[in-house]
């Protein structure tokens, strides 16, 4: 008879069986908030169960009702679907369709006040999707779009989720058991909670430090600046088409911002330190900004707008027996893709649960190295960052930056160093390591400082013949 | 093409991939048809019709060889690309991703089985 080693870290047969957490048929879960990584969890959930032949109740609570335009029907997000998650989902055949993508991304134009320059997607073709979280604005009449939010949650509604309308008031544990209570509803038991409430819900305080079942503490938090400027369709095709623009201005406090075409809407996203209502002026005020507006817009004062906050740091412990915290309330991307953030931690999480076991050492076997590569990638995105914010307070080093993405663009055939950095920095496509290593190539070095130079030499003006 | 429409679209037609040119990613339908068509000696030969969420050019993920049919849009079609390197990545990450490809790849593999056995003399 043969035996089959046990690898360092993994589990013996004994261990295995040993009082292990699981789902089985019949088992009853429950999810914490209808955005993207409630309903990737629970469609992924559902179907890989499916595939295994165990039948499962879920029930997925969401307060928001995503045909209402404004906050009401809101998850406050800019609303970009990256190129990696794009493809992702057509992969595991979820396709996105023209009614929730608002408007195909085919470009990026970098904005800075020495000059702009546009980057096209690697294949030329829409590659990244625009959506709105929410039904649209407040004050929107109709819309001929679906909400992104709303959307995957019918899918996994279909999938054979129980969509609960109402938001979660109390969780309590019995037995080792969550059990949740909605407003005038009776209390409800189950063998897995998973959390996806974001970072700006109040639920998120029903597990601060010695309510949950286990250490979870909540991710360090930064304030945005999110609003929606009327533009009307012929004037966003006109002005912006199917490209995304990104600013890097010198403007104090301001770190990074972008408007992001959709369908009738700009969205304006920004990122800074004390943000106010003077960032904001100063942001619309500076002279590459008013270049890509049209000249007779307004400004964005009667705009729908919010201040939602972002995940920056990371959860600590997002795992307990029978408790998992997924997307914005876990770990996610540092400032890019937090949509494909949680799509990566809800997969994680449902393959976890199917495939391994609900008890905590199943999620942190399991579950925790897909948050943990995040969390390690975030922290060269702040390198990454970090060299932004220098480029944008130094000229010499945005002339320099300029002039190396003309000239890639220039000489077709030639390997697009900068231009691929920018692209996966303000795209979020490729993780922040890749960027950083595409920045030490000997090439990508050497091209840098020659356009610096190149960029900062004093020119003179030809000399006029008369 | 929608304003909202992600991949490239296109016309009735228009050859998307060609058979034996080299290949480094795999295409979904998004919407629209289009046809699979395979040079042979005899002449070309119509594989297969197919339309949105169905994929083809998979075999490029996980051989060198070239591609083996051409493929045009019927009617006009949009079609996405998923880059070999993107997709690898994730299939490292979450080996699952694969499944709806081993999937398909599975039912294309028994359909071809059963053509075969129908085309055989009894023995």
């Known amino acids: ?466 | 093409m929608s304003a909202g429409s992600l991949g490239k679209t296109y016309r009735p037609g228009e050859v998307i991939v060609h058979q034996g040119d080299t290949g480094d990613c795999m295409y979904v339908v998004q919407d629209g048809q289009v046809e699979v068509v395979q040079e042979q000696g005899s002449g070309p030969v119509r594989l297969a019709v197919i339309g949105p969420g169905d994929f083809f050019g998979e075999m490029a993920l996980f051989e060198r060889e070239v591609r083996s049919a051409t493929v045009r849009a019927v009617d006009e079609a949009t079609v996405l690309t998923v880059d070999k390197k993107t997709f690898l990545r994730r299939v490292h990450a979450d080996p699952s991703l694969a499944y709806r490809l081993v999937q398909t790849m599975s039912q294309r593999l028994r359909k071809l089985n059963t053509e075969f056995a129908q085309r055989q003399p009894p023995p």
């Open chain 1, 1 to 466: 008879m043969s035996t089959i080693p046990v690898q360092a870290g993994e589990e013996t047969p004994a261990e295995c069986t040993a009082g292990r957490l699981e789902l089985e048929d019949g088992s009853r879960v429950g999810v914490m908030g209808g955005g993207p990584a409630g309903s990737f969890f629970s469609y992924f959930l559902l179907d890989l169960a499916a595939r295994v032949g165990t039948r499962l109740e879920l029930d997925l609570y969401e307060s928001k009702d995503y045909s209402v335009p404004g906050p009401a029907g809101c998850n406050m997000c800019g609303g970009i679907i990256s190129e990696s998650l794009v493809q992702t989902l057509a992969a595991e055949g979820i396709r996105l369709p023209p009614t929730v993508i608002t408007r195909g991304i085919d470009a990026y134009v970098l904005h800075m006040d020495v000059g702009t320059v546009r980057l096209e997607t690697p294949r030329l073709e829409m590659r990244i999707g625009a959506v709105h979280r929410g039904a649209g604005p407040r004050g929107l009449q109709a819309a001929d779009w679906q909400s992104f939010d709303g959307y995957l949650l019918e899918l996994a509604a279909q999938k054979g989720a129980r969509v609960v309308r109402g938001r979660v008031e109390d969780v309590e544990w019995q037995a080792g058991r969550p059990q949740l209570r909605v407003r005038n509803g009776a209390s409800q038991g189950y063998d897995l909670l998973a959390v996806a409430c974001g970072v700006n819900s109040a639920s998120i305080k029903l597990f601060e430090a010695g309510k949950g079942n286990g250490s979870y503490r909540p991710p360090a938090t930064a304030k945005t600046y999110i609003s929606e400027l009327h533009l009307g369709r012929e004037r966003i095709a006109q002005y912006f088409g199917h490209a995304m623009h990104v600013f890097l201005l010198n403007i104090p406090r301001l770190e990074f911002a972008a408007l992001i075409p959709k369908g009738d809407y700009v969205t304006f996203c920004l990122l800074g330190q004390n943000i106010d209502e003077d960032l904001v002026r100063a942001f619309f005020g500076a002279a590459p900004v008013r270049a890509c507006l049209p000249p007779d817009w307004s400004g964005p004062k009667e705009s729908c707008h919010c201040s939602p906050r972002i995940n920056v740091g990371g959860a600590s412990e997002p795992y307990a027996d029978r408790l998992v915290f997924l997307g914005d309330c876990g770990v996610s991307r540092l400032y890019k893709d937090g949509i494909g953030a949680a799509y990566r931690t809800a997969k994680a999480a449902a393959v976890t649960a199917v495939f391994q076991g609900i008890g905590r050492e199943d999620f942190r076997r399991h579950f925790w190295p897909a948050c943990r590569s995040l969390a390690r990638d975030n922290r060269l995105g702040r390198l990454v960052f970090a060299v932004t914010r220098l480029i944008q307070k130094w000229r010499f080093a945005r002339r320099g930056v300029l002039d190396m993405v003309r000239r890639e663009q220039a000489h077709a055939g030639r390997v697009r160093r900068m231009s691929e950095v920018l692209w996966n920095t303000f795209t979020g496509s490729a993780p922040y390591g890749e960027i950083l290593l595409g920045t030490m190539h000997p090439a990508y070095i050497g091209r840098l400082i020659g356009s610096t130079l190149a960029g900062n030499w004093p020119r003179r003006e030809p000399a006029r013949k008369d």
